[in-house]
């Protein structure tokens, strides 16, 4: 049983996807510091591709997407997106090597299989592709048939669908219907077509949301044959996400009953043969995820947690963000301006920050925490930090072992928070966070 401390997990707090976070990202970064970024790329490489569409928008969703419901305005965001594939294709060196393509979004099946057919051909004629792993993200409410001949068709393995519960009236509750017969048609049309790690995005602390609820929605997810699921906390900020207002807040369980959720779904899944995997994935054994946490190969990007260690990120596509060793940029978010800066030939660069030695050192320490539980901790930063960590060393949340910060074994709900004690811009960010469970 995991220890339950309100207190501790009152402050929200990042999911830690970057170092520095996006809320630390401000306009000083340029489009010259994005192109020398790129000019000193070399070896492994990966892209996300960004598709802010969907056919329908989700309430509770906090993605940066858009209706589908203009061909024109589709078609005009892929040609700006083809162009900056060219853009970037085009400074990248002869020697960087793309080893894996994500595509999410929004929704990738919101534009036509031939369109993203064209997708690929571009990033074919533009990128060093060296037989990539395709992973693509998609909505079962929008999964048809013709999708399965293309996902075939590049070799795609990996691929996350958007299920978020199985409960019919949560579903009206997040406006999201999607009924088991569309999952299950979509799960045995992805087999069909050779994906072999399937993963199912799950929520916990739905408006209205019981245990039971949340063990249907895993029973069914493990009798799928999920490979991976990632359980995720729904984070109700309407006050960042306008249309997150349609949702019932009176209805959102306590805090109390958000622990609950969350350590019986761990519970659930563990002793369903799944491995966890930081805080919040769960991995069948033989996933390449679970064996990535086996052999201390586990990494985290915007994706969340991942097998994939190669040290750049190339984001494409609005807002989508790109990750150097010392520099991490976004494009801009606006598809209009988006679209605008690219009909001039500029790269999409919106904002950014420059990562010094200091945050890479401590970008470091919160991607070994979270990743591995451990990290070494050495010098002033351990006196810096030893008030910020006191209460959950005081609670046996995390103990030091030589130089070694160790979190325990059932501290998972606190490792974001634990984590965040070697984050210094924590202390005058006025931005809100979800919260750590």
Known sequence: MWPYYPELLAVPVPRYTS??????????????????????????????????????????????????????????????????????????PAGARVRRVAFGGGSPNAIAPYDFVRLIDELTLHFRLEDPIFSIELDPRTLTEDWGPVISGIGATHASLGVQTF??????????????????????????AGITSLNFDLMYGLPGQEMGDLESSLDLANQMGADRIALFGYAHVP?????????????????????????????????????????????????????????????RNFQGFTEDTAPVLIGLGASSISSFPDLLIQNEKNSGRYRMMLSQDQLPLANGISRSAEDQKRGEIVRELLCHGRARITGQL??????????????????????????????????????????????????????AV
Not at 39 to 48: F, I, M, N, Q, R
Not at 167 to 192: A, D, K
Not at 241 to 262: E, H, K, N, T, Y
Not at 427 to 434: A, E, G, L, T, V
């Open 239 to 299: 006050h960042l996400i306008p249309r997150q207002r349609q949702i019932d807040a009176s209805a959102l369980p306590d805090a109390d009953a958000r622990f609950s959720m969350a350590q019986f779904g761990h519970t659930y899944l563990t002793h369903a043969g799944y491995q966890p995997v930081g805080f919040d994935h769960f991995a069948l054994p033989a996933d390449p995820l679970a064996q990535a946490a086996k052999s201390g190969q586990l990494s």
């Open 19 to 92: 170092f520095p976070t996006a809320a630390e990202f401000g306009s000083e970064v340029t489009p010259a510091d994005y192109e020398a970024a790129i000019a000193k790329v070399e070896g492994d490489v990966s892209l996300y591709v960004h598709i802010p569409f969907c056919e329908k928008i989700c309430w509770y969703c906090g993605c940066n997407t858009g209706a589908a419901n203009r061909k024109q305005r589709l078609a005009s965001y892929l040609d700006a997106l083809h162009r900056e594939i060219a853009l970037v294709g085009a400074r990248l």
């Open 167 to 192: 409960s019919s009236h949560l579903q009206e509750r997040i406006g999201r219907i999607q009924p088991l017969c569309m999952i299950e048609r979509s799960t045995r049309m992805l087999r069909n």
């Open 382 to 435: 351990r006196n810096e930090v030893s008030e910020r960590l006191a209460p959950y060393l005081d609670h046996d949340l995390c103990t030091y072992e030589g130089q070694d910060l160790v979190i325990s074994a059932d501290a998972t709900p606190y490792m974001r928070s634990i984590a965040a004690a070697f984050d210094p811009y924590r202390k005058h960010s006025p931005r809100r966070f979800s919260s």
